[in-house]
């Protein structure tokens, strides 16, 4: 199985409300990424965890909130966006940081209304 | 972080090979250089890497240059199904700093 799963695919959500975006990976990888990509563009990294700890944060607004409760699940809480918040927003995991091949999910389609 | 250069999009006929060029300049001795492709609405996709040596996989070749400023992507034999967005990447890593930056790669459609 060298799938990572992305839930939901799509997600409309208003300014006040509070959603969750789940990934999944079931291949025993211990380094798991969110990216976000704006139509046209190219993915831009947000958060790394390794080994279900947070390694990186690329600034991003407190109002994205990510959690890893365990080596196969990846969290990213949202609170309070904005409609320039809407996007694509990727999930992606490696065997560890040195990994050599990362794997993405299809994403999560993101509107911000 | 080096950075890559990569036109903005290229046209490959169906069953030809299609070369895709990356500039990186600005590369460090132990920074390798990836590819990706993004078929529309789908997630990334690794294709191949390499440090110094030229590689190949089932998928494609790659070729970098000896002084590592440049590299050629190679798909022998490009289909329909390539059309995509190939991204060129030069990976950071050190410690708990590993990214893999993305630049804006070149869009790759494949002609009947």
């Known amino acids: 199985d060298t799938e990572v799963t992305q839930t939901p695919k799509h997600l409309v959500m208003g300014m006040t409300n509070k959603k969750s975006l789940k990934c999944e990976q079931h291949?025993?990888?211990?380094?798991m990424y969110w990216y976000k990509q704006k139509a046209k563009k190219p993915p831009e990294l947000m958060f790394v965890?390794?080994?279900?700890?947070?390694?990186i944060n690329e600034s991003v607004p407190s109002r994205f909130s990510p959690e890893c409760p365990n080596s196969s699940l990846l969290n990213l809480h949202l609170h309070a966006l904005q409609p320039e918040d809407s996007a694509l927003y990727l999930c992606?995991?490696?065997?560890?940081?040195?990994?050599?091949?990362?794997?993405f999910g299809q994403g999560t389609r993101l509107t911000v209304v | 972080d080096a950075k890559t250069t990569q036109p903005p999009s290229m046209d490959c006929a169906e069953g030809r090979a299609a070369n895709l060029p990356c500039n990186h300049s600005?590369?460090?001795?132990?920074?390798?250089v990836y590819w990706y492709r993004q078929i529309h609405s789908q997630g990334p996709q690794y294709i191949i890497h390499g440090l110094k040596n030229n590689e190949t996989n089932e998928m494609a070749s790659l070729i970098i240059t000896e002084d590592r400023k440049s590299s050629t992507l190679i798909l022998p034999h490009a289909t329909l199904r390539d059309t995509a967005v190939y991204y060129c990447?030069?990976?950071?890593?050190?410690?708990?700093?590993?990214?893999?930056?993305f630049g804006t790669g070149t869009l790759l459609a494949v002609q009947p």
């Open positions: 291949m025993g990888h211990r380094a």
């Open positions: 992606a995991s490696s065997q560890d940081l040195g990994g050599t091949e990362a794997f």
């Open positions: 965890y390794s080994y279900e700890k947070l390694s």
């Open positions: 990447i030069v990976r950071v890593y050190g410690g708990a700093t590993n990214k893999l930056i």
């Open positions: 600005t590369i460090s001795g132990n920074e390798y």
